[in-house]
């Protein structure tokens, strides 16, 4: 019954090398979403995508990149990561229609980052 | 610029009714949203509101007031499992972004 799937949950890294997170949906939802989120902070949206269109937020950075081959899978990809990127990795979906009403977000279960 | 202010933590005891407040101001508005989040879990959608007034679900209710840039999340009949963070958050005029407010965190004592 799971909607938003993320794999996996926990992730160990070290420091420089690469790591990718991934994110599946059975909603069908046509925008998808990255965020980062840090101990008791908000989550902080890296970058979503609306359809095929990718949409990068102005302070994401580089090291931060994403990919969305079809409607179903989107992935995160941090390139060099360094300790100040453990965090946890929320994946959301939501619905947008023509006019932008839309609806909620769905979140994943997150994928938790550790940089050692 | 986008700004969302909560208070940071609040505290009730087991029972009780819980208001809480959170305040915007955003380049644009379409729809403000409440999540609860366990620590270490993914948010949940509580409630959603685009119009004025209020909106009643069960135990939750929420109220919006857009001249004023601002709503509240009503708690009634606490129970210790409502213990969480909960997050405002404001979907913009384009209908894809949202941002978030910095959470409340809610502590339900018995």
């Known amino acids: 019954d799971a909607m938003v799937i993320q794999n996996p949950r926990y992730q160990v890294t070290q420091f420089g090398k690469p790591v990718t997170l991934s994110c599946s949906q059975t909603?069908?939802?046509?925008?998808m979403y990255w965020y980062q989120q840090k101990s008791s902070q908000a989550p902080k949206l890296l970058f979503h995508y609306y359809d095929k269109d990718f949409n990068n937020e102005a302070d994401t950075p580089d090291n931060f990149q994403s990919r969305r081959p079809n409607t179903s899978f989107c992935f995160l990809d941090i390139r060099s990561p360094g300790l100040g990127d453990a965090a946890m990795y929320l994946c959301a979906t939501s619905r947008e229609g023509v006019a932008g009403a839309g609806e909620t977000q769905y979140f994943g279960p997150g994928t938790r980052l550790l940089v050692l | 610029g986008q700004n969302i202010d909560q208070p940071t933590e609040m505290t009730a005891t087991e029972g009780a009714i819980v208001q809480i407040n959170c305040t915007y101001q955003t380049s644009g508005f379409n729809g403000l949203f409440w999540y609860q989040q366990h620590a270490g879990e993914a948010p949940t959608f509580l409630s959603y509101n685009v119009l004025d007034g209020l909106e009643e679900k069960g135990r939750f209710s929420s109220f919006l007031s857009r001249s004023k840039g601002y709503s509240y999340l009503l708690l009634k009949e606490l129970q210790m499992k409502d213990s969480a963070s909960y997050l405002c958050a404001v979907r913009d005029n384009y209908g894809q972004n949202f941002v978030f407010g910095p959470g409340t965190r809610l502590s339900v004592l018995p």
């Open positions: 909603l069908n939802h046509n925008v």
